[in-house]
């Protein structure tokens, strides 16, 4: 069981940048996989951003060059750092945290979701 709490949303400007934040409850230096998905409006949820097994990351196309995400674990949270932010960023973006602390437990952690509206 863990718990994550996201920050860091809010209303900027097209080419703006905003961090977003997700702290857990617990420690993530076990994660294999970290993530931060967004629901556009009118849209399915994607996957935009994703560290797997701690030092693998991965970036959907649309945010490649823009966005990075990390973690720091002495902190237990993650960031995501978005930079040249476009009008179609807009949308509710979730932190996901998985963990497999023991053989038959699978924690699959979500946060609240933190609103960023990008609108001139």
């Known amino acids: 069981q863990v718990q994550l709490v996201e920050s860091g949303g809010g209303l900027v400007q097209p080419g703006g940048s905003l961090r977003l934040s997700c702290a857990a409850s617990?420690?993530?230096?076990?994660?294999?996989?970290m993530g931060w998905y967004r629901q556009a409006p009118g849209k399915q949820r994607e996957l935009v951003a994703s560290i797997t097994d701690g030092s693998s990351t991965d970036y959907t196309d649309s945010v490649q060059g823009r966005f990075t995400i990390s973690a720091d674990n002495a902190k237990r949270t993650v960031y995501l750092q978005m930079n040249s932010l476009k009008l179609e960023d807009t949308g509710v973006y979730y932190c996901?945290?998985?963990?497999?602390?023991?053989?038959?437990?699978?924690?699959?952690?979500w946060g609240q979701g933190t609103l960023v509206t990008v609108s001139s």
């Open positions: 996901n945290v998985r963990l497999k602390p023991a053989i038959e437990v699978d924690l699959d952690a």
């Open positions: 617990r420690s993530i230096r076990s994660a294999y996989f």
